[in-house]
C-alpha cells in the first residue's frame, strides 16, 4: 500500500503545487496560516513536519521559528526536492529528509511541535503515526494535524459535484494523472474526520487535551493535540 502512494506521489510531484493552489483556489496558504498560529511557536522551537511533500507547512512554520529548527520529512523524496526552489524564493531554509511517519527515526521528546498536512489519511495505520508524531514531542508540547472534512449543509452537494467530477477532470488536464485525483478525494471523502479522527488521536493515550477547528465550512480541519 505504502509503495503505491510513494510510486503516486512521486508521479505527481511535479505539479503537485500547482494543482493544490487550483484545487483549493488557493486557501490552503490561509489553513496552514492558522496551522502556526494555533502551534503557539516561538522564533526558537523545533518542529518536525511529517508527510511533508513540497514543503509548504515547513516553510509557513519557519517564517516564525527563523532561529529554531524545521524539519521537513517525507518517505517520497519525489516531492521533498520542490521544497529548495521554495526557500530560495522566500529566502528561508528547513531541513529535509527522508522520514516514514509509522517509524520516526527521532528520539523522544525532542521537538515542540510536530505537524502533518494533508498526509495522515495516506498513512498505513493512523492511530501508530499520530503516535509517533506524540512520541518525538516534549510533555506539554503539540501534534497538529490538518486533514480535509466534509462541509455541511449547502456545500455537501457542490464539494461532492467538485470532488467527484471536477478535481479527477483537473488532474487529467494539469496532472496528466486522472488517477490519483480520483483516488486523493475518494480517501478524503471516507476518512473519518471531527469527533471521529479525535477518537483515534485519543486512542493513542498520549494526550491531555485534543481539539478540533474546522476550517472554510468544515471543509478542512485543524486537529491540536498537547501531549502529555
Ligand atoms: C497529499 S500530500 C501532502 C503534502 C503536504 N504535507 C501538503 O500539505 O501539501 C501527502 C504526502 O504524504 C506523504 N506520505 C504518505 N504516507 C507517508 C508516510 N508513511 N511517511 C511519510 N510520508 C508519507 C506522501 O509521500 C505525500 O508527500
Request: with cysteine; charged share 25%; hydrophobic share 40%.
Amino acid at each position: 500500500m505504502s509503495e503505491a502512494i510513494k510510486l503516486m506521489f512521486a508521479d505527481i510531484s511535479k505539479d503537485y503545487d500547482k494543482m493544490n493552489t487550483v484545487l483549493s483556489f488557493g486557501i490552503h496558504h490561509l489553513w496552514r496560516k492558522k496551522v502556526v498560529k494555533l502551534s503557539g511557536i516561538n522564533s526558537n522551537s523545533k518542529i518536525l513536519d511529517c508527510a511533508s511533500g513540497t514543503g509548504d507547512l515547513a516553510l509557513e512554520f519557519k517564517k516564525t521559528a527563523i532561529n529554531g529548527e524545521v524539519v521537513a520529512t517525507d518517505f517520497c523524496v519525489e516531492m521533498l526536492d520542490y521544497i529548495k526552489p521554495k526557500e530560495e524564493k522566500l529566502n528561508l531554509k528547513v531541513k529535509t529528509e527522508f522520514a516514514d511517519v509509522m517509524n520516526l527515526q527521532y528520539s523522544n521528546n525532542y521537538f515542540d511541535v510536530s505537524s502533518i498536512s494533508f498526509g495522515i489519511r495516506n498513512v498505513d495505520d493512523p492511530k501508530v503515526g499520530i503516535s509517533e508524531m506524540a512520541r518525538v514531542v516534549k510533555s506539554g508540547g503539540k501534534v497538529i494535524v490538518l486533514e480535509t472534512g466534509q462541509p455541511k449543509g449547502i456545500m455537501k452537494l457542490f464539494y461532492k459535484l467538485y470532488s467527484k467530477k471536477i478535481m479527477p477532470f483537473l488532474g487529467n488536464l494539469i496532472a496528466k494523472n486522472e488517477a490519483a485525483y480520483t483516488y486523493l478525494p475518494q480517501t478524503a471523502s471516507k476518512f473519518p474526520y471531527g469527533e471521529k479522527f479525535v477518537e483515534i488521536m485519543r486512542s493513542t493515550e498520549k494526550f491531555i487535551d485534543i481539539k478540533a477547528y474546522p476550517v472554510t465550512f468544515g471543509v478542512a480541519y485543524i486537529y491540536v493535540g498537547i501531549v502529555k
